[in-house]
Every structure is written in structure tokens, then in C-alpha cells.
């Protein structure tokens, strides 16, 4: 049977010219995703691409590209070729570490581009143990083994270090099964089950609330086993422009009829809650205003939406152990000093702690309500849906695992070495003599350094003593 070394197929798979190819064709395509608008509408790809390349993006599925068959297919074969490379070469690094150093033939020693030769006083038996004792001072800790004119002492660090690339190619494969298991595509293709891993997202109106969204896959619902409800979307404008400076949402997680979780989201903090994230994206107004009223000394805010139809309509809320209610009592047409239309409304507020509160409440423009246990700030404005991206990736675990062993297989790839002490101990002319040697993998320099310290620092005490 021919060896994996002379197999073609074998050394193919193995072959860095396959994995620098490999890589091309990864980061070549991954621009591709990065330019081209991921998990879009197919109207949005004819819109902004035009019909001819919106039908190239939806054959080759380059609108949702890292979950599309021929680029999982991609990464499979980059892990093969991880995986055979790997295999292939470590026998050889196995060997290596488990080498005899010990069987090192003295005469090489003299030869190694690190040695120094040194007397040393006394005996043969006394020296062998002063150069032991010094070596394991020194944290050198030695095996020794007698040959014919002496004997050999021999140490070494830091052997694993030489598996260090190989724990960067096992943490590139973890963070590839992480990528896997976390794809949408597996989830339905092969695992038969769309729940397990999905992107997708949903339009939550202020106020409104659903336990399902839409995948952007296939546009179908997928359940949730909780519901989120949107309590309120906030924007902010950089000042005298209309252009968005931040907007926020507030979630509230309900379970089985009770509210777990109440948290604010915006960009780049997102809500997570049983692997399921939930990112703030977008947003748009849906037409009818709505009434904000905001605690300023909690900072809780309660949400109204105004019917048009039935202004009339009492809302209320409690504000700590205090029930309150608002009701618009009558809204009429106005006009701004600007020149623009807006409506007037006229507010009606009660709550436990005092007489009713009467005020004109006008769109845009604020009002401050004191109560006697209570402060609000009321804003009547256009009623907002926030526009949610909802992915549930069970790999995410994994990619953090990869990547922190990644940097664990750097660290000893780039930054630590193999090092070894050889130190031969024998007479010539009845003089007791050791020959230190020694040899690192990589950082020749600096372990050039560390060796000088080590023969100059077992020379000193030989001085002191005559």
C-alpha cells in the first residue's frame, strides 16, 4: 500500500497551494457578501441592482451568501484541507518532541552554533554534581545519562509550544463548526428542524406585541416560545436637521403571561434572552400619533396610542403604588407660528394624589405636568414600529471557544519556542570539563541571550571559589 506521502490524492488535500486557494476563493467571496446588501427583499436587489444582476444574486443566493450550500460546501473543503494538512505533518512534530536528546553524540555538541566549554575544579563525581545542581537552580530541570568519556546532561522547555500552530488549525475548524451549526440552511436542510438556527425579523408597532417573526429565508413565520411586546421607540435628531442621531427601543419579554424582562435596545445593544438576540435595525412611522408620558423621577415611560376615531378613550397605568389615567378631552386644528398645521388636544390627567390636571397638549411640543407625589413630561408625536433583526445561533459558543483558543495557539506559535540545555561533563587530561549547548526552534536571538546568562552565571562562582 503506498504511503500518505506518495498518495496523490493524500497530498493533494494536503497541499498549501490548495489551502492558499482555498483562502483566496474564502476572502474573494466574502467581499462579495460584504458589498452586496445580505437578507434583502428580492424587489430591494431589482430596485438598487437592476433586474439582470438581482436574477445572478438570487440563483447563486448571494443575498444571504454565508448560508447559501456552495459557500458552506466552500468551508467544508477548507476544513478537509485543514484537517489533512494537519494530520499529515504532526507525526513529524510528535517526533521531535518526543525525541532522545539524550543520545545526542557529545562530538555535536562543540559543533551547535550556542557553546561554551568551562573547567571545573575538583573531581569528575563533584563536577557531575555541581553542574546538575547549578542547572536545576537555574529552573533547568535535567535527565543524565553516562557515556563513554562523561556524562550527558540534558533539559528542555517548552516542547508543547511546537503543537502551537496546530491549536490555531483545531481553533479555525471549532469556529467553522460553530459557523455550521449556527447556519440557517443546516437548520432546514439537514437537520429538518427551522427553529434550531435562524435569521429573520419583524415590524413591532409601539405598544403592539407578537410571539412569532418572519425568516428572511423564506419569509414564512417561525414561533417563538415567549412573546415580546414593543413599549415604546424613541429617536433623537442632531440638532436643526431631520437625520437620526440614535433611537432606541423598549422590550418587554412575556412568559407564560408574565413580564421577565424589560430592557432598552439600540445599535450595538442588542436583547438576548434563551439564545435568541434581538437587534435594533430600523424603523418607520406608521401614520397615527401617539402620547408619551414620561416619569422624570423613575424614568418610566407609558405609551398611548390616540384613535382618531375615539379621542375619548381613557388609558391608564399605575405609577408605583399610585393609579393614574389620561384622557384626551377634545382636539382641534391649529396653526404653528411657522406657518404649518397641528393639532391641539386638550389633556385630562388624574391619579390618586390630588385633583385632576387640565392642560393643551400640542404636537412636538412638550409639556411638564406636576402632581403631588409625581412629575410627568408629555409629548404627543408620530407613533413609530421599530424594525427588528432576530437570529438565534447556537454556534455563537463555539466561534468565542475558536477564537480564544486561536489566540492561545498564537501566542505559542509567535511568541514562545522549544528550548534546550545539553551539558557534557567529562575529563581531558585528568581535568574535569563541561561543555554547555544549547538550540531554540525560534527567538534564536533572545535564547542566545539566556544561554550566555547561563554559562557566564555557572563560570562566577567557579571565580568566587578560587
Known sequence: MASKSKNPIWAFLASVKLALLLIALLASTSIIGTVIEQNQ???????????????????????????????????????????VCSLDRIPTVIKIVRKDNLATNPDRLAKMKLSKEEKIPGTLETAKKEVMQYLHEKGWKTDSRDKEYGTLFFSQ?????????????????????GAVIGSPTVATKILDNREFAFKGGISLPETAQSDFIFSYADEKKIPLDFTVRCNYFDIHYYPGTSMPKDYLSSLTVIEDGKEVLTTTIEVNKPLIYKGITFYQSSYNQIGAAIIKLRETNSGNVHVFPVDPQNYSVTNTWQEGETDAMIRIQSARQTQMPNGQASTEMKIWLMDSDGPPSMFPLMYGSPVIVERPNAKYELTIGPHFATGLQVAK???????????????IGLYMAFFMSHRKVWAHVYERDGQPMVLFAGHANKNTLGFSKTFSSLTQGFKKPQNNRA
Open 41 to 83: 427583499t428580492p424587489e430591494h436587489y431589482v430596485q438598487h441592482r437592476g433586474e439582470a444582476v438581482a436574477s445572478v444574486i438570487q440563483a447563486l443566493n448571494l443575498g444571504d451568501m454565508y448560508n447559501s450550500t456552495w459557500f458552506l460546501c466552500l468551508l467544508g473543503a477548507f476544513s478537509l484541507n485543514l484537517i
Open 157 to 177: 522547555k517548552g516542547p508543547w509550544t511546537r503543537y502551537g500552530v496546530y491549536v490555531v488549525h483545531l481553533s479555525i475548524l471549532i469556529i467553522l463548526l
Open 393 to 407: 445561533d447556537p454556534g455563537v459558543w463555539w466561534v468565542y471557544t475558536g477564537c480564544a483558543l486561536m489566540l
